[in-house]
């Protein structure tokens, strides 16, 4: 998805195969689905919030839109699992539309 196509208020949701997760309530990106092992050394590293497959993200705008400071690399916000979380510019090549 390209982000000039985005809209406030547009549902979203992950490409086929992927899966939204949030990190310590902060940010969002997209992970794969996988059936491999992690190395046993990343154990620890683990994101706090995973999305079961059909949960959409609602987008709310940009920093200045919503008012708020946010992180320094990410302008654009999204509303998931009843959090407001900045979103990784580099996911958003993983990251669809709903078509109503």
Do not use: C
């Not at 549902?11 to 195969?17: A, E, G, Q, S």
């Not at 899966?19 to 050394?41: C, G, M």
């Amino acid at each position: 998805m390209k982000v000039k196509d985005l809209e406030v208020g547009m549902l979203l949701k992950p490409v086929p195969n992927r899966y939204f997760n949030s990190q310590n309530d902060e940010w969002l990106w997209v992970s794969a689905i996988t059936k491999h092992h992690r190395p046993s050394h990343w154990s620890n590293i683990r994101p706090i919030a995973k999305a079961s497959v059909g949960e959409y993200a609602l987008y709310l705008g940009t920093k200045k839109d919503l008012g708020i400071k946010g992180v320094a690399w990410s302008d654009r916000y999204v509303l998931f699992q009843d959090k407001v979380l900045a979103v990784d510019p580099y996911v958003w090549r993983n990251i669809d539309p709903v078509e109503e």
